[in-house]
């Protein structure tokens, strides 16, 4: 189990910015969030926490080691290698083989440089090799509107292939079938969040 309990977070002095106060989040195994939230509302500092980048300045986070891997917007600094095949290959897996890749659409581009790609084009090749990665928790921070991606996160979903836990803009209408708990993430709180 994913966990954040009880946890607050500044930022460094002098500005001292209160960005989370008091916020208790969990997901389990095959449990499926979306937590949205405005920019500047604290959506990537959990994120940050969750993978460690940053101390919490109270509260308890149990995270499971080696099973979280996480998307950010910044697509392009996740891009290590100069092909698609390479970034493909250092999963260890076989693209050729795999459903995932292939909804993703990205035999359709595999032996391009990545320089060459489309932003949406890149943010599938970020999303394959963390979906590759094989780990249980994938950590998706803002992730641009593509169909295809979307189309892959709604199957990961339904088939409980792994937890997904979704960052989106509070303005963001994309829908995903299937049971999601909801938070929003507003001043400085997380609360749970259900819009109709």
Request: glycine share 6%; hydrophobic share 35%; aromatic share 8%.
């Amino acid at each position: 189990m994913l966990r954040l309990m009880s946890v607050s977070y500044k930022t460094p002095s002098p500005r001292n910015l209160e960005v989370l106060n008091n916020i208790t989040f969990s997901a389990g195994v095959k449990e499926h969030s979306i937590i949205y939230g405005d920019n500047g509302s604290g959506k990537t500092t959990m994120v940050k926490l969750l993978l460690k980048l940053i101390k919490a300045d109270s509260g308890y986070i149990d995270c499971p080691d080696g099973d979280l891997i996480a998307v950010f917007e910044d697509i392009e600094s996740q891009l290590i290698f100069s092909s698609v095949k390479e970034e493909i290959e250092s999963t260890g897996r076989d693209m050729v083989n795999d459903e995932i890749i292939s909804d993703l659409g990205i035999e359709e581009f595999k032996d391009k440089s990545t320089l060459e790609l489309s932003y949406s084009q890149k943010a599938r090749v970020v999303f394959a090799v963390s979906y590759l990665s094989g780990k249980e928790y994938m950590i998706l921070d803002s992730l641009p509107p593509d169909n295809k991606i979307n189309s892959v996160i709604s199957k990961i979903a339904e088939k409980n292939l792994r937890t997904v836990i979704l960052f989106m803009p509070l303005d963001d209408k994309r829908n995903y079938p299937g049971f999601w708990k909801t938070y929003l993430l507003k001043k400085s709180r997380l609360n749970n969040y259900n819009e109709n």
